[in-house]
């Protein structure tokens, strides 16, 4: 078996004499969508605890159009199921994916009201508010999603578990093969080694 010389690996026969040993498998880290303790970081973010408080909200839509054509657009953009909307005060833009029924563009209502959850900053985060029609303004705010949270903690922990079974796997492993080879492991192989 030839593995091409790779000088940060020890045991290469063409430059310490030792077999080859094949490299340690790589272990891909993803990064996580949510924290920990996202509800412990959401009482105390001082980004959510600004936008937990009711609030002035406003459509962000094509901004460049008169105001019945930006009425049209954010009527559609409610039955197409994403609407753009602005925290006025805290200058925070956010895309909701909201899920209205049709709704009558010829004889819309007053008020749309709102509600749509999704993962903002690592934390399960459910938007609640209306938007007044004819000014295209309204109230809302950010709240803790329980039951979403709850879902994707266990997901993070099932995903921490794997991949700390397959780290002590992959070293396991290692162990297994350099005893079987009667070969040092890399750490004793560092520790005697002369360097002049």
């Known amino acids: 078996m030839n593995i091409p010389i790779h000088y940060a690996y020890p045991y290469n026969t063409s430059i310490h004499g ?11 880290y993803h990064l996580p969508r949510v924290v920990l303790n996202q509800k412990s970081k959401f009482k105390t973010d001082e980004t959510f605890k600004a936008l937990s408080i009711k609030s ?21 953009d409610c039955v197409n199921g994403h609407v753009d909307i602005s925290f006025i005060s805290k ?9 209205l029924q049709s709704i009558d563009v010829n004889n819309p209502p007053e008020k749309i009201y709102l509600n749509s959850s999704f993962i903002m900053n690592a934390v399960c985060v459910r938007f609640q508010g209306w938007i007044d029609v004819n000014i295209l303004d309204g109230i809302g705010y950010l709240e803790y999603d329980e039951e979403k949270g709850e ?46």
Request: one cysteine or more.
């Open 91 to 99: 200058g925070i833009t956010i895309g909701l994916a909201v899920s």
């Open 18 to 28: 030792y077999q080859d040993v094949p490299p340690a498998p790589r272990v891909m």
């Open 151 to 196: 879902y994707e903690d266990a997901i993070l922990k099932e995903k921490i578990k794997r991949c700390h079974q397959t780290t002590s796997h992959n070293s396991d492993e290692k162990s297994k093969y350099c005893i079987s080879q009667e070969m040092p492991r890399q750490e004793e192989y560092w520790e005697n080694r002369n360097v002049c």
């Open 56 to 76: 002035e909200i406003r459509y962000t839509g094509r901004n460049d159009l008169n105001i019945d054509q930006r009425r049209k657009c954010f009527l559609s």
